[in-house]
């Protein structure tokens, strides 16, 4: 089993992480079971469904669910309170305006896999491929949905962090 190392630091350092969900590409149920294993709290912003990155739907149910930037720095905080020593994962849906159509990102995704065992691309070179090929597939719609995922994060971890730090 091929597990991403920051997966495994997440069980072991005590950090929140905004992000959009687990990449598509990824297995995302066996993402969540690893992250559970690993004493990783997983929380949805907003949503009781985890996201897929350029979708706001998975068809994977969140373990755990917070509305807005006072829960998520509550949580926050009383995991440091705690002494948990593991981290927390806050998965933020892309905005809807912005979510890119599900179905045609799963068959991009699911060709460039296809396209990628083909060519015998393997390693540290099949995420680049991937994103490249999904980017190329989908008329650089994955690509515009990554972008406004970004923003939002980026938007939503402050809101989290000016929440945290009042609660100081």
């Not at 687990?22 to 985890?50: H, M, N, W």
């Not at 060709?111 to 991937?130: K, W």
């Not at 650089?140 to 809101?159: D, E």
């Amino acid at each position: 089993m091929d597990v991403s190392a920051d997966l495994t630091e997440l069980g072991r350092t005590p950090v929140a992480v905004v992000c959009a969900g687990a990449k598509s590409v990824l297995d995302i149920p066996r993402t969540l079971e690893y992250l559970e294993t690993q004493g990783v709290c997983v929380a949805a912003y907003g949503a009781d469904e985890f996201p897929a990155f350029f979708s706001r739907h998975s068809g994977c149910k969140a373990p755990c669910r917070v509305d807005g930037p006072q829960q998520a720095a509550s949580m926050i905080r009383a995991s440091h309170e705690l002494q948990l020593g593991s981290g927390l994962l806050l998965a933020v849906p892309i905005p809807e305006a912005y979510a890119a159509e599900a179905a045609a990102i799963q068959q991009a995704i699911q060709e460039a896999l296809q396209e990628a065992e083909q060519r015998g691309i393997a390693g540290a070179d099949v995420t680049p491929f991937l994103l490249e090929a999904i980017r190329s597939k989908t008329d650089g719609a994955s690509l515009a949905a990554n972008i406004q995922l970004v923003k939002n994060n980026a938007a939503v971890g402050s809101q989290i962090a000016v929440a945290l730090a009042a609660l100081s």
